[in-house]
């Protein structure tokens, strides 16, 4: 495939127009300074050649418009279109964060209702929407929990992750300037309660805690657990950004956690991209609210209005209020949905990875066999030993239709395969993937070189990822060989 700068004629156009009938007078005027020295080399195309480039593009490319996408933690559900048509309103997108706030009401009500709703869900009642990313909600958390002990004098450095947590939260843990230490799981994949009971001392300023955890397995005993932390004085973080599976049947608020963020990319339908733009948003007990970041939105008698006066508040984490257009998109979701739509999401989450865990445990190895919430983890590790490594098995599922899903992750599990078919998938979409997985388990024992070869229909073969992630080249190079 031919991209548009390759195609590129010199004069062809994408659009004609009557001959002007103004002369150049306006541009001459312009000084100098302000003026292109040097043509902008665009490629020239006409307007279906343009189309057909994009929409190639776009094809060449792996999305959730185009097929089943079963990335654990990524929660990778359709994202309905009408949160596209009531975000590009153009009462939302004209507007500017700087203007008056009396001519923004709207966009104001808006994140104070999403902010309620957010709240109705956690069960905990202050809300930042500033953060644009679940690890940037992870810092602002840590941000909060270091002031909130210093306020109160204490001096406490350690934030307890289990093993079984997000790969960012220890991360975010070291950025922050606490150190982090692990607790281990148990046998059931759950947090070790004796451990925990052990490392929790008054040096420990939160337990961060993934729940559902990476093994997809609620914290069945998260109320010792909260007891355990709160005795000693410390917090409770919950990593919200699996909360796909707990709509409207936990509040976390309910379960001891004292702050939670939650990824409205993931659980409130707002596009994955890039790495953003996202939605990181922070609920937090009433005690924790002082210090959240700064403006918050307050309702008033006169109107809603953004509130500076937070003595207390750790500043700012991001330009102006975070991604405002996210947050149509989130509300247009929940407005969609009403309360008991909100449960069905959970709800049909959970039945859907369940059906997938049953349908595929005889083929390959089950580490933790419970109920699973909205996600679970295979093993590849019976296939490892035939010769045929996780990696294998996850190029194959591309030649067959499916984006793979997390591999390798969570690090507790041997040749991990992370598998969420989030709610939004048919029966006969999951029916397809188990079939797919079945065959490749089929191959494994009979044909094993396909496997090590695949993928072989896909624009790209194997890449070679740890060059891709050091090289990084993201510019066309066509500009450099024409000069
Ligand atoms: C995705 C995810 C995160 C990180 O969210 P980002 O928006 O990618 O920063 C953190 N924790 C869990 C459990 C996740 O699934």
Redesign the pocket.
């Known amino acids: 495939m031919k991209t548009m700068f390759e195609i590129s004629k010199p004069g062809r156009k994408a659009f004609t127009l009557p001959s002007k009938d103004v002369n150049g007078e306006l541009i001459e005027s312009l000084p100098h300074r302000f003026r292109r020295g040097k043509t902008l080399r665009l490629p020239e195309v006409s307007e279906v050649d343009a189309v057909r480039h994009w929409t190639n593009l776009s094809q060449r490319n792996y999305h959730i418009d185009k097929g089943f996408y079963p990335l654990g ?2 929660t990778m559900k359709y994202n309905p279109k009408i949160n596209e048509e009531t975000a590009i309103l153009s009462g939302f997108t004209e507007i500017h964060p700087l203007q008056t706030e009396s001519f923004v009401q709207g966009a104001l009500e808006i994140m104070y209702e999403l902010g309620n709703m957010m709240s109705e869900i956690t069960g905990l009642p202050a809300v930042s929407f500033q953060p644009v ?4 909600g992870e810092i602002t958390g840590l941000m909060l929990t270091r002031t909130f002990f210093e306020s109160k004098g204490e001096n406490r450095e350690i934030v307890l992750v289990p093993d079984s947590s ?1 790969g ?1 939260n220890p991360a975010s843990t070291t950025l922050s300037g606490f150190k982090s230490v692990k607790v281990s799981s148990n046998e059931r994949g759950l947090v070790n309660i004796d451990e925990l009971e052990e490392k929790m001392d008054d040096g420990v300023a939160l337990l961060m805690l ?1 729940n559902p955890n ?1 093994l997809g397995l609620f914290e069945s005993e998260i109320k010792i657990i909260s007891e355990i932390v709160h005795r000693k004085g410390g917090l409770i973080y919950l ?1 919200g ?2 909360l796909n599976a707990l709509l409207g049947i936990v509040k976390p608020g309910e379960t001891g956690v004292d702050i939670v963020h939650l ?1 409205l ?2 659980t409130f339908s707002t596009p994955h991209g890039g790495g953003g733009p ?1 939605g ?1 948003g922070l609920c937090v007990r009433d005690d924790i609210a002082p210090f959240l970041p700064i403006p918050v939105v307050k309702k008033r008698k006169s109107g809603y209005e953004l509130d500076y006066n937070l003595p207390r508040s750790i500043g700012k984490i991001h330009s102006f209020y975070g991604n405002f257009n996210v947050l149509v998109k989130a509300y247009t979701y929940l407005l969609m949905l009403g309360s008991n739509g909100l449960r069905r999401v959970s709800e049909n989450a959970i039945i859907n990875a369940n059906y997938l865990k049953e349908s595929l445990r005889e083929d390959y190895e089950l580490p933790y066999k419970q109920h699973a919430m909205h996600e679970f983890v295979l093993s590849g590790s019976r296939q490892k030993n035939l010769g045929v490594k996780t990696l294998d098995i996850a190029k194959r599922l591309l030649d067959l239709g499916f984006h793979a899903p997390t591999v390798y992750f969570p690090l507790i599990v041997q040749e991990a395969l992370m598998i969420e078919p989030t709610e939004t998938e048919s029966k006969e979409t999951l029916d397809a993937f188990i079939s797919a997985m079945k065959k490749i388990a089929d191959e494994v024992k009979n044909e094993p070189e396909t496997l090590k070869n695949a993928p072989v229909t896909t624009p790209v073969r194997r890449l070679d990822e740890v060059k891709a992630a050091r090289e990084l080249k993201v510019r066309h190079t066509w500009e450099k060989e024409n000069e």
């Open positions: 933690s990524c990313a679940g690890a940037h997000h960012t993934t990476t990593d950004a699996n990824n990319h993931k996202g990181g």
